[in-house]
Nanobody, 116 residues
Framework: VQLVESGGGLVQAGGSLRLSCAGS????????MGWYRQAPGKQREWVAT???????NYVDSLKGRFTISRDNALKVVYLQTNSLKPEDTAVYYC???????????WGQGTVVTVSS
């Protein structure tokens, strides 16, 4: 399984970005997909998850600003990020969990930089 993130960049505070994660594999639709982020000098933290059935879950601090969604036909997971703040600056990683086979996959990350 390969995961390729895109959509990161430099944005001013208050702006928005839509991150994308393109996946591979014939069983993409059954994967539980997630987004994580790692700010400079900090540990990687969980941001959001979406199940194969579309149920979503978010870290409390980002509820209302970030939205995760998926398109199984295109094998893409999105993270819409709104009202961005400088503290949202991080490398954002896509993840996939194949709970049937017990496998976990990571993408290479996409950099989001929010200027004040």
């Amino acid at each position: 399984v390969q995961l390729v993130e895109s959509g990161g960049g430099l944005v001013q505070a208050g702006g928005s970005l839509r991150l994308s994660c393109a996946g591979s594999g014939s069983i993409f639709r059954i994967y539980r997909m997630g987004w994580y982020r790692q700010a400079p000098g900090k540990q990687r933290e969980w941001v959001a998850t979406i199940t194969s059935g579309g149920r979503t879950n978010y870290v409390d601090s980002l509820k209302g600003r970030f939205t995760i969604s998926r398109d199984n036909a295109l094998k893409v997971v999105y993270l819409q990020t709104n009202s961005l703040k400088p503290e949202d600056t991080a490398v954002y990683y896509c993840s996939a969990d194949d709970d049937i086979n017990g496998a976990h996959y990571w993408g290479q990350g996409t950099v989001v930089t929010v200027s004040s």
